[in-house]
């Protein structure tokens, strides 16, 4: 008796996996692929976009710049080297710091930055 339920569970087992519809594997790639696009546009490509600029910002530095960095110290670069620059902290305290612990250019100098070059281009053309 037990085998015949058996033999009927197995038969039932049988028929409703051949009655699945043929293309379900497809549509599992096709969100898979959606969900991997949407996390590349939002989230992937702004944040490369976001370490291009802040490259960018760290090799535009120079004496005089102020900078913050990534423990949230706040300083003016004194020197820059090729892999680190030191920054004055206070007067007469000096920290030697990696160009990649400089975590931001604060909002003022970057505008300022702008604001020169935009002079500098209009000396240019008066020249």
């Known amino acids: 008796m037990l085998e015949l339920i058996l033999l009927q569970a197995q038969g039932a087992t049988e028929t409703a996996m051949e009655q699945q519809p043929a293309g379900g594997g497809w549509s599992f790639w096709i969100m898979m692929?959606?969900?991997?696009?949407?996390?590349?546009?939002?989230?992937?490509?702004?944040?490369?976009k976001k370490q291009k600029e802040l490259q960018q910002q760290r090799d535009a530095l120079k004496p005089g710049d102020k900078v913050i960095t990534s423990g949230g110290i706040h300083g003016r670069v004194k020197e820059v080297r090729d892999d680190a620059m030191?920054?004055?902290v206070a007067s007469g305290i000096?920290?030697?710091?990696?160009k990649e612990a400089i975590f931001a250019v604060p909002e003022e100098d970057t505008k300022n930055k702008?604001?020169?070059?935009?002079?500098d281009k209009k000396e240019d053309k008066k020249d």
């Open 114 to 119: 702008k604001e020169d070059k935009k002079e």
């Open 94 to 98: 000096t920290l030697k710091i990696s």
């Open 86 to 88: 030191l920054v004055e």
């Open 33 to 48: 692929l959606l969900i991997f696009v949407v996390f590349y546009f939002f989230m992937i490509r702004p944040q490369t």
